[in-house]
């Protein structure tokens, strides 16, 4: 698969919440998921298929929190994805 045609079945399967079946479908089976230090949640990196699929179980989609003095905060993320050789190999969110 082309890094085009890997980001397009990303995109549709994210647009549909799928995200289960866009790793299973599109990531290495030594892929590398990075979160932010902003995260506590996570550990920092996660290493290997099966441990992102349950990173992904454990994952709230949308972060809302609520800061000291500011109150609720809706959370917005980024994501980059890395490609080689026809599968993802790294997911790095930003915050």
Same mark, same amino acid.
């Given at each position: 698969? =082309? =890094?085009t045609e890997i980001a397009n079945h990303l995109v549709e399967l994210c647009r549909k919440g799928d995200f289960e079946t866009a790793q299973k479908d599109l990531?290495? %089976?030594d892929a590398v998921s990075i %979160?932010?230090?902003e995260t506590p949640a996570f550990d920092? %990196?996660?290493k290997?298929?099966?441990?992102?699929l349950e990173k992904g179980k454990n994952c709230l989609l949308n972060m809302n929190v609520t800061m000291k003095g500011?109150?609720?905060v809706d959370m917005k993320e980024l994501c980059v994805y890395e490609v080689?050789?026809?599968e993802i190999v790294s997911e790095h969110f930003f915050m």
């Open positions: 698969m =082309t =890094t990531f290495s %089976e %979160e932010p230090h920092k %990196e996660t290997g298929l099966d441990a992102i500011q109150g609720s080689k050789d026809g």
